[in-house]
Structures are given as C-alpha cells and as structure tokens.
C-alpha cells in the first residue's frame, strides 16, 4: 500500500475511514428482493435487485398502498433475516396487529413505537439508532411523517393558540440530516410512509410533503398514483404506478405499473408485459393473444397466450432466466454509470488549435 495513503488514513480520529475501493459502506450493502420483479426493478433497476440501506419514500393521496407495500417490504427483509427485526414507528395506527399477521409478517419480530410529534420521533429514533452496529438486521418503518405535527403545533393547541405553525419543515429538515448517517454507515433500510400535495402551478404535479429536507436525504422516492381495474363495469382492484420522483439507482421519472385486484391481491407479474411488449420481446399475433420471441434466434413461438395466462411462472420464466432480457431491464432503468466527461486528450485539442 502506498505509504502516503496509509499514514493519511490512520491520523484520523474516524476509524471507520477506509481506501475507498475497499469501503464497506459500498462494496458490502445489502440488497433485499421482494417477491414481486417490478417492485425490485423501481427500487433497483434490476429483476434480482431489491430494497437497499438508506431512506425509502412511499408517498402520495390516502389509500394509494403505501403502507401496504412498506410492509411488503419489511416481509421480505425478515423472511430474508431470521434474526432480523423491524422497528416501526405509528403516528396514525391504522395497521393493527392482525393485519401485519395477515401479510405474513411475525409480531413478535416488530417493535412497535406510537408516536406525536417530530420531535418525539427524532429524540426516540436517535437513542434507538445508537445501539445498533453495523451488522444488526434491523429494518425501520415509519408510518408516517405526512400526518406527524411538531412539538411546537401541539404546544400551541393545548396552548389556545391559532398561529400557523413554521417549524415543521425545519424540524423534519433536522429529524431525517440526524438519520441519514446511521442508515448508511450501519446498512439499515428505513421505509417512510408520506402525503403528497398538488403543486400550485399553471401544470400542477404532486409534491411529497414536509419540505425540501425529507426530499434532500431521500435515496428513494416513489409517488404513487393509481386508477381503477374494471371487469365491464364493476371495479375489481386497483392499478398503481410508482413514479420514480428520485432514485440513486433507477432513472428518474420512470413509470412502474402494478395491478391489485380485491380478489388476488398483488399481480406478482404485473407491469412485465407492458415493458416486454414495448422491446418487442413479447408479440400479439391477434387481439387479446400474446406470443413470446425466442431471444436467442428471434423467432416467434407458436403457442398463444391469454393475458390472464400471462400472469405466471411458466409463461415468465423463459424471459427471467435469459441475460438478454436481464440486461434490457437494467439499461432500460438503471441509472447510468457512464463517465461524466469522455475521454479526449485536452492536449491534442490545443495542439491542433495551435497548429490551424
């Protein structure tokens, strides 16, 4: 090692410092898949990818899935940890016990937090976070700061007092720059549920709540939106698009869509036929069939597909196991990694310039 790098790197006070190409805190975060591939493509930009450390938003309008998904979410890290546990913080306690059950999740792994104000979390949340080491599975869940007063609006209303309140902003600004640290360096994901509101413009698009800090700290944010699924005229669910608003790993302002249906639940499949169709790796020989394109010749398979046919193992596997489709995915939605400025040789640029 180059003595220079060496002496450098163990004056500090910070021990934790390392050789960058040999930092832990990049070279060993933790990716947790969840059972639906358009769920790990919006979090990742990969089929296989998934949930990674750092601050996850869900926003957007009441009964739009978010806690819903944030709960998926914390499934999958359990059943993916044995050891791990999820810390969930409740400002609006609309998730009982028995509804965590029913979405597979084990109570007895879950520590559960009410909470009345920013303040309250970011005291409680801080303590919490200071006996965790790098290492402890431990997800954090908080639902949700949209709805979350702060001290001082509490004050205020036990006090009589209508003024409006103009610390929130800066207390959530204050709560996430104290978190934001912990989740990197001890590699512990934190899912915030939150609100959004229309921006007041002659083009108006929704907005997360709470100021520019939740957004500042934010390694993802998804602003969900949806529109009904009918069956002739009676509603039978839902369709949802995540709307990548910000990502360190997916292009932003991609589109994700997923269907749930009250009968089914989530289309574990939902969204790939639409993306498929759009690469011409899927074809539609007639309305209403679907037939696949053999990648590796290019030739059309002769069977036919309902669309509700679509909607399994069988149907996706071919494409699930095939690089090429894999590989479409990710340049499709992962954020590039290319150099920032290509290679030219500033010399020869001055030198032909000289030479004119």
């Known amino acids: 090692m180059n003595e220079l790098l060496n002496r450098i790197k163990s004056a500090g006070s910070i021990k934790t410092a390392s050789i960058l190409s040999q930092s832990h805190l990049f070279n060993e975060?933790?990716?947790v898949s969840t059972e639906v591939p358009i769920i790990n493509i919006a979090l990742s930009g990969r089929i296989d990818g998934g949930l990674t450390s750092g601050l996850t938003f869900l926003a957007g309008p009441s009964k739009h899935f978010k806690s819903l998904l944030g709960l998926m979410l914390i499934k999958s890290y359990l059943k993916k940890y044995e050891d791990a546990i999820c810390l969930f913080y409740d400002s609006e306690f609309g998730i009982t016990p028995e509804y965590i059950q029913s979405n597979g999740i084990?109570?007895?792994?879950?520590?559960h937090v009410p909470i009345e104000h920013i303040e309250q979390l970011k005291f409680d949340i801080s303590k919490r976070l200071e006996q965790i080491k790098r290492g402890d599975k431990v997800i954090i869940f908080i639902d949700s700061v949209g709805n979350l007063a702060s001290k001082k609006e509490v004050e205020d209303a036990l006090e009589g007092k209508s003024a409006a309140d103009m610390?929130?902003?800066?207390?959530l600004k204050s709560l996430f720059r104290i978190v934001t640290p912990h989740l990197t360096i001890k590699d512990i994901p934190c899912i915030v549920v939150n609100h959004t509101y229309m921006e007041q413009t002659m083009y108006p698009k929704a907005i997360m709540s709470g100021g520019t800090g939740p957004m500042y700290s934010a390694d993802t944010v998804f602003i969900i939106g949806k529109s009904q699924e009918k069956d002739g005229t009676d509603i039978v669910g839902w369709n949802f698009t995540i709307n990548i608003e910000k990502s360190r790993f997916v292009k932003e302002k991609s589109k994700l869509p997923f269907l749930v249906t009250y009968e089914g639940g989530i289309n574990k499949w939902s969204g790939l036929l639409d993306i498929a169709l759009e690469k011409g790796m899927i074809k539609k020989p007639s309305n209403g069939w679907y037939s696949r394109v053999d990648l590796d010749t290019g030739e059309l398979e002769d069977k036919r597909w309902?669309?509700?046919?679509?909607?399994?193992?069988?149907?996706?596997s071919h494409f699930l196991k095939n690089d090429k489709f894999n590989d479409m995915i990710k340049s499709t939605y992962?954020?590039?990694n290319?150099?920032?400025?290509?290679?030219?040789?500033?010399?020869?640029?001055?030198?032909?310039e000289e030479n004119d």
């Not at 084990?106 to 520590?111: F, G």
């Not at 509700?308 to 149907?315: A, G, H, I």
């Open 29 to 31: 975060k933790d990716q």
């Open 306 to 316: 309902r669309a509700s046919d679509t909607n399994s193992r069988e149907f996706w």
């Open 334 to 336: 992962q954020s590039s």
């Open 338 to 352: 290319s150099k920032l400025i290509k290679d030219e040789e500033i010399e020869e640029v001055f030198v032909g």
């Open 106 to 111: 084990d109570t007895s792994r879950v520590i």
């Open 167 to 171: 610390t929130r902003a800066k207390s």
